[in-house]
């Protein structure tokens, strides 16, 4: 069974420029989680889909970030403009529908650096 | 607020000893715990969850850890280390009454095993 896909595995911009993150789930995960790693710190929570509906957005850090999951499958992180503090390691992750006991999968992480 | 404390940075063992990283965590409800471990370049893995039930729970590579309420900490131990073993080391929570499942993780500790 293919594990959860993250691309890039790197990406280096300049501030103001946009980028796009890409998440693959496990197939047949309902549930889609983003969460952030910035400058050795905690990881933290960005959003929550249940299929392709937003059920938790409570950790966007501000309107500059957009998170789509179309048709419930892959989902997209757009950061637009990226701005210096929003460098780090943006990781998703996926857990079967249901039960939230169930653990989450996470995949290897984009490493994004704004310069 | 929920939170979780990771208070070593790192931990240093030699191998064949027995390790311990610690974690307290603060929820409101009953908790649901999840330790996550992270090798360099690798996304991070599960390595083991206290849902309910017995309070030493055991997961994957040798690793267990101790559920205490009272202590509201999740310790993460074994009984003999391994060079392997060094990577970075991850402790979440999750309230019962979060039923979005978003997860709340400590700093992380680095742990590193010698020889």
């Known amino acids: 069974e293919a594990g959860v896909t993250q691309f890039p595995s790197h990406s280096v911009i300049e501030k103001g420029q946009t980028v796009t993150l890409r998440c693959d789930p496990i197939s047949g995960h309902d549930n889609l989680y983003w969460y952030r790693r910035v400058m050795g710190k905690e990881i933290k929570f960005l959003l929550h889909f249940v299929k392709e509906s937003k059920q938790d957005e409570s950790g966007m850090p501000n309107n500059r970030f957009l998170a789509e999951r179309t048709g419930g499958t892959y989902s997209t992180l757009k950061v637009q403009p990226a701005e210096l503090e929003d460098s780090g390691v943006y990781f998703c992750?996926?857990?079967?529908?249901?039960?939230?006991?169930?653990?989450?999968?996470f995949g290897p992480g984009t490493r994004l650096t704004v310069t | 607020a929920q939170s979780v404390a990771q208070p070593e940075d790192q931990v240093n063992v030699a191998e064949g000893n027995p390790l311990t990283v610690k974690c307290t965590y603060s929820?409101?409800?009953?908790?649901?715990l999840f330790w996550y471990v992270q090798y360099p370049n690798r996304g991070l893995q599960f390595l083991l969850k206290y849902i309910t039930g017995d309070n030493l729970v055991k997961g994957s590579y040798g690793f267990e850890a101790e559920f205490n309420k009272s202590q509201t900490s999740f310790h993460l131990k074994k009984p003999s280390a391994l060079v392997s073993d060094s990577a970075l080391y991850f402790c979440?929570?999750?309230?019962?009454?979060?039923?979005?499942?978003?997860?709340?993780f400590g700093q992380g500790t680095e742990l590193s095993v010698k020889p």
């Open positions: 929820v409101s409800g009953n908790p649901y």
């Open positions: 992750a996926s857990s079967q529908a249901g039960v939230y006991a169930y653990e989450q999968y």
């Open positions: 979440a929570v999750r309230s019962y009454y979060n039923q979005g499942g978003k997860l709340i």
